[in-house]
T-cell receptor, first 116, second 114 residues
Framework: DADVTQTPRNRITKTGKRIMLECSQT?????MYWYRQDPGLGLRLIYY???????NKGEISDGYSVSRQAQAKFSLSLESAIPNQTALYFC???????????????FGEGSRLTVL | AQSVTQLGSHVSVSEGALVLLRCNYS??????LFWYVQYPNQGLQLLLK??????LVKGINGFEAEFKKSETSFHLTKPSAHMSDAAEYFC????????????FGGGTRLMVKP
């Protein structure tokens, strides 16, 4: 079983609908992230969380919200989906060593979202 | 601010040929640099990283990268391409003042011809 699991893997929805993407991890990491991947743009950070009481905006948080329900669960919501939110979404985790960020992220397999 | 530029969104090589994927970074402070690989229908996985130790870094699957401060580059190479190397490769940068976040380049898709 994957250490970082995302559901759903694929979703097609309509403009204006509310969508939730879920992420759960068994790695025991405190830090969790949501990224969006678009062709030619690489990955861009939407939100990140360093523990259950810590939520931070990334570079493209507008139109998104998150919830850290537990150490192992981090959900991304689109309150009112729009077509330009069509993308591949990745959840990732990381764990610092000695308080320092190591740069190593562990990714889920992605959730492909299409907004019509 | 930090940024990463990957030259060439698509690179095609023949099996057995040299692989060279280019990455240039912009950072006002000493960077940490990373290469990630994404195989089809999978998430990204770490290939190698530079964290201010040796400037030539060896990674998995025979890949290596050299940090060149004077050129602000961190190009990824492999002497002999294998069909299984076909994937998308991402360069990423992190600095101490970036709040423990990675900034990714746009990615380079590597195609390997038989």
């Amino acid at each position: 079983d994957a250490d970082v699991t995302q559901t759903p893997r694929n979703r097609i929805t309509k403009t204006g609908k509310r969508i939730m993407l879920e992420c759960s991890q068994t790695k025991g990491h405190d830090r969790m992230y949501w990224y969006r991947q678009d062709p030619g743009l690489g990955l861009r950070l939407i939100y990140y969380s360093f523990d259950v009481k810590d939520i931070n905006k990334g570079e493209i948080s507008d139109g998104y919200s998150v919830s850290r329900q537990a150490q192992a669960k981090f959900s991304l919501s689109l309150e009112s989906a729009i077509p330009n939110q069509t993308a591949l979404y990745f959840c990732a985790t990381s764990e610092p060593h000695g308080g320092a960020f190591t740069g190593e992220l562990f990714f889920g397999e992605g959730s492909r979202l299409t907004v019509l | 601010a930090q940024s990463v530029t990957q030259l060439g969104s698509h690179v095609s090589v023949s099996e057995g040929a040299l692989v060279l994927l280019r990455c240039n970074y912009s950072s006002s402070v000493p960077p940490y640099l990373f290469w990630y690989v994404q195989y089809p229908n999978q998430g990204l996985q770490l290939l190698l990283k530079y964290t201010s130790a040796a400037t030539l870094v060896k990674g998995i699957n025979g890949f290596e990268a050299e940090f060149k401060k004077s050129e602000t580059s961190f190009h990824l190479t492999k002497p002999s391409a294998h069909m299984s190397d076909a994937a998308e490769y991402f360069c990423a940068v992190n600095t101490n003042n970036a709040g423990n976040m990675l900034t990714f380049g746009g990615g380079t898709r590597l195609m390997v011809k038989p």
